[in-house]
């Protein structure tokens, strides 16, 4: 560790009257608990979304071959931008997820550096 990443450590490990060791062993353990949560409700999300888009997309269809298509467009086209964005919200910490679960130690030097 350099100079820097152990004064930050010191500092913190005084705060919260513990070792460098243990915060550092912490931290690390951390990494595996937090990014696998992440995960879990990340497919959550994507299962509901999906799930939601499947049904407005039933309906949407059965609309259209029931000459009611103007009532189903806009509840088709907001679920589909909500699972689009859960979709893309999900994916953009997909880099942060494998770290932290691949190499955690890396992960921790990232969230104590500023």
Same mark, same amino acid.
């Given at each position: ?5 152990? &004064? ?9 009257h513990t ?9 690390v353990?951390? =990494?595996?608990?937090? &990014? @696998? ?8 999300f994507?299962i ?11 309906s949407? @269809?059965? =609309? ?5 298509? &103007?009532?189903s ?6 679920? =589909? ?7 893309? =919200?999900g994916?953009?910490?997909?880099n942060?997820w494998i ?11 990232k969230q104590?550096?500023?």
């Open positions: 560790m350099n100079e820097k990443l152990e &004064n930050i450590l010191i500092e913190l490990a005084e705060k919260l070792t460098v060791e243990h915060l550092w062993g912490v931290l353990t951390q =990494a595996v608990y937090q &990014n @696998f949560i992440s995960i879990i409700i990340w497919s959550l994507s509901g979304s999906l799930i939601v888009v499947g049904f407005t997309g039933k949407f @269809f059965k =609309a259209c071959r029931d000459d009611k298509f &103007n009532n467009v806009p509840f088709f086209v907001i679920a =589909a931008v909500i699972a689009v964005i859960c979709l893309t =919200a994916t953009t910490n997909l942060d770290t932290a679960i691949l190499n955690p130690e890396y992960w921790a030097l104590v550096l500023p």
